[in-house]
C-alpha cells in the first residue's frame, strides 16, 4: 500500500472516530443541550451545574423562572406555581454572579416565553467583575454558535464520567418532581450553633470605602439585570434580598465590607423600583428568622422551611418594599444588629 493511501486511509478513520464519538455524545446528550433526556436519568446535581443548567434553560418546560445563588437552590418550583400561578424552574448557581445569571436569563428570554422572574439579591453577586462568574462555566454550551460544541462532543469528562454516567441510568427517567430535587441540598445539614463556624464577632480590618462596591455593583446591574427588565416590559420581575443570619452582617463588619454591602441594598432598590414591572421583596431583617440560628447552617444559607416561607410572603405581598426609607429603616437594623454582636464579641441571639 502507498504512504499517500494509507496517509488517507489514517486521517479517514481519525476523522471517522471523531464523527462516531459526536454522534453518540449528541444523540444520548448527557447534559440535554439538544434534547430532553427520556431513556435516563440525566447527571443534574451540584457538582455538575453549569453543564446541567445550559440544558435545564433550553429544553424544559416553564414560562418563570428562580434565578440567584446557593440560597435559591432550595425553592420548590411546585410550591411556587401554586402560589405564584406558572410552571417554575431553577435557574440557580451556587456562588454565582450576575454574569452567571445573565447568561441563565438571556437562554431563558431566547427560548421560552418567560411570564415572571423570582431573583435574589444576593450582594455578593453584584461586587464581582463584569465578566466574573463565580466558576468556569462552558461559554460554548450557552452561546448560539453549533460549531463550537465539538468541546462537549469531545470532551475528556463527558466521555469519560457523564456518558457512562447515562448508560448506568439508563431506563430510569425523570419525573417533574426533578424540579424541585435539583440542586436542592435541604435535609444535608446540622442547623444551630454549628452555623457559626464561619462568623466573626471581632473587627479584624478597618472599614472599606464603599465606592469600589458601588461602581462594580452599579456596573453589573447596568449590564446584567437591567437590559432584560428593559426588554421584557410584559415579564414581571420579583427581586428580594435574602435573610442572611445576623451573624453573617457581622461578620462583614468584622471584614470591613460591611458599609459598602449596606450600601448595595440602596442602590439595588433605587435602580430596579423604578419600573413597572419590578417588585422589591426585603427579607433581610425578618427578626423572627435571622436572630434564630436554629434556621442556619452556617451565618449565610438557612433551611428549605425558610425558602418556602419566602414564597408564601412573596405571594401574599407582605414584605414589599413601597418606599426607601421602608428598606433605610430595614438597613439600619441590619446595622445595629451588627453592632450589638460586635460589641458583645459573640452570638446573643436566639440559638446560643
Known amino acids: 500500500m502507498k504512504r499517500k493511501t494509507w496517509a488517507l486511509l489514517c486521517l479517514l478513520g481519525i476523522v471517522g472516530a471523531f464523527v462516531f464519538i459526536s454522534a453518540v455524545v449528541i444523540a444520548i446528550d448527557p447534559f440535554q443541550v439538544y434534547h430532553l433526556a427520556t431513556r435516563y436519568m440525566p447527571p443534574i446535581d451540584n457538582t455538575t451545574q453549569v453543564y446541567a443548567n445550559a440544558g435545564i434553560v433550553r429544553n424544559y418546560e416553564y414560562d418563570s423562572a428562580i434565578v440567584g445563588t446557593s440560597v435559591t437552590e432550595n425553592f420548590r418550583p411546585s410550591q411556587m406555581d401554586a402560589l405564584l400561578g406558572g410552571r417554575f424552574i431553577k435557574l440557580c448557581t451556587s456562588a454565582g454572579t450576575a454574569r452567571n445569571h445573565a447568561l441563565l436569563m438571556d437562554l431563558a428570554f431566547d427560548t421560552h416565553d418567560v411570564k415572571r422572574i423570582v431573583y435574589g439579591l444576593d450582594v455578593y453577586s453584584f461586587i464581582a467583575g463584569l465578566d466574573e462568574t463565580g466558576s468556569e462555566v462552558p461559554l460554548y454550551l450557552y452561546d448560539r454558535n453549533p460549531f463550537n460544541d465539538a468541546q462537549y462532543w469531545l470532551n475528556r469528562s463527558v466521555l469519560g464520567s457523564f456518558l457512562p454516567r447515562c448508560l448506568r441510568a439508563w431506563g430510569q427517567t425523570q419525573d417533574d418532581f426533578i424540579r424541585d430535587s435539583m440542586y436542592c441540598w435541604a435535609g444535608r445539614d446540622d442547623y444551630g450553633l454549628v452555623a457559626l463556624y464561619n462568623a466573626q464577632f471581632s473587627p479584624v480590618e478597618p472599614m472599606r470605602p464603599i465606592d469600589e462596591s458601588i461602581e462594580k455593583a452599579l456596573a453589573n446591574l447596568n449590564t446584567h439585570v437591567i437590559p432584560f427588565i428593559v426588554a421584557h416590559p410584559q415579564t414581571q420581575f420579583d427581586f428580594f434580598f435574602p435573610p442572611y443570619s445576623a451573624a453573617e452582617w457581622s461578620t462583614m463588619q468584622a471584614k470591613g465590607t460591611l458599609e459598602g454591602m ?38 449565610l444559607h438557612y433551611g428549605q422551611w425558610i425558602n418556602d416561607a419566602i414564597v408564601e410572603d412573596i405571594a401574599a405581598g407582605s414584605c414589599i418594599v413601597r418606599r426607601r426609607d421602608q428598606l433605610d429603616t430595614a438597613t439600619e437594623q441590619l446595622r445595629a444588629w451588627a453592632g450589638e454582636l460586635i460589641a458583645a464579641g459573640r452570638w446573643i441571639y436566639q440559638g446560643s
Not at 439595588?268 to 425578618?286: E, G, K, P, T, W
Open 262 to 299: 449596606l450600601a448595595l441594598r440602596g442602590l439595588c432598590y433605587d435602580m430596579l423600583s423604578q419600573y413597572a414591572n419590578v417588585i422589591v421583596h426585603d427579607f433581610a431583617a425578618r427578626e423572627d428568622w435571622v436572630l434564630n440560628l436554629n434556621n442556619y447552617k452556617d451565618t
